[in-house]
Each structure stands twice: as structure tokens, then as C-alpha cells.
């Protein structure tokens, strides 16, 4: 998904090995992933996308922003969420690591790279169909 924030620009849905780049876009009060070579485009992500970061994540910290230091999360794999849903006028995009830390996507530093690992089983063109079940014929009774 793409956050409440980003519904004036232009957006696309996020694809297995897309390269991405945390994005502070010019029309929005917030930041984002854009593909690399897109800046202008947020690339939306579904829950239970994982995706990898070049290097160790960095995210502005929850006050004191310009006083205190940037967090070093000390992770490089995440798993994308949606949180604070009961809530329509918050930010909900939001990157859970496998220690259980849960980071909003608003607070990463810009610049940072990722590539879309995986995408949710739902998200999958092969886990749409249905498997192809063989016809059942009953025998006929006059041969």
C-alpha cells in the first residue's frame, strides 16, 4: 500500500527485484520508496513484502529530530506492515525486522537503497489460479 500521504503522487505496485530508494517526494509530507531511476513515482508495497537493504537501516529518531542522532536499526531485512489502522489521518506504512522492532517508513533517512525480495503469497500471479483438477468421470453402467 501507499500511505495516506502519498495520494498526490504517482504511484505503481512494487515488483520482485525492484531496486529501491528511500524517497522524500516533493508534493507529499512524507517519504516513501521509489524505484531507482524513479524518483518522482512511490512504489507501493503489500503487507508481507520482504525486502533487503543494502545497508544497515537508518531511521530519524521518534522526537528530537535535527537534535538527536539518527537510529541505526542494525538490520538489513524487513518485512513491510500496515499499523495504527483504527486510525485514518496517521501514517500506517511501516517495516517490521526480525528482532520485532517496527519502524515507520515516514522515519527513514533518505537515500537508502532496498531490493523487493518477495512478494506475498496473495500477490503472486501462480497463487491466484487454482489448481487444474483432473475431470471425474463416472464409469458408465452399459458398457
Known sequence: MCDYSLHNVATRPAQ?????????????????????????????????????????????????????????????LARFRQINMHNPVTHHDALEFPDGQVVLLSRLCEGQRATVLQLPAAARPEAAKEPAMPEVREPSLSS
Open 16 to 76: 520482485i527485484e525492484d531496486k529501491l530508494v528511500t524517497t522524500k517526494f516533493s508534493n507529499s509530507i512524507t517519504r516513501g520508496f521509489a524505484a531507482v531511476g524513479e524518483p518522482h513515482v512511490a512504489v507501493c508495497l503489500l503487507p508481507g513484502t520482504e525486502i533487503a537493504f543494502d545497508e544497515n537501516v537508518e531511521c530519524e529518531p521518534a522526537f528530537g529530530v535535527g537534535i538527536l542522532a539518527n537510529k541505526k536499526i542494525g538490520q538489513h
